[in-house]
């Protein structure tokens, strides 16, 4: 079973925050210290493996597949109770 993953920001990522808000910052200092959260958390991101990628999109091919048989379906019941209703079949 995997380990759960605490997704919470580093504790000196956020001491150091609280202290850069809490003093008066100008417009620059707080996009510098949004970009320096991007990037902390950006350190976070873990890339799959190639097993888990083919399985990944197997999934979502399979359940595309599955949605387009489903869409493809209630077409056909609806195509086929407009002609049933209105009597002339759309070409």
Do not use: C, H, Y
């Not at 493996?49 to 091919?61: A, I, N, P």
């Not at 086929?80 to 759309?90: D, E, I, K, N, Q």
Request: charged share 20%; no cysteine.
């Amino acid at each position: 079973m995997t380990d759960k993953v605490v997704d919470e920001p580093g504790e000196e990522l956020v001491a150091s925050a609280k202290q850069k808000r809490a003093e008066k910052k100008t417009f620059f200092g707080r996009i510098i210290l949004f970009i320096q959260q991007v990037i902390a958390e950006l350190k976070k991101v873990v890339t799959p493996t190639r097993k888990e990628l083919l399985t990944f999109t197997g999934v979502v091919l399979v359940f595309v597949l599955i949605m387009m048989g489903i869409v493809w379906v209630l077409d056909q019941v609806f195509s086929f109770l407009v002609v049933f209703v209105f009597g002339t079949p759309v070409l």
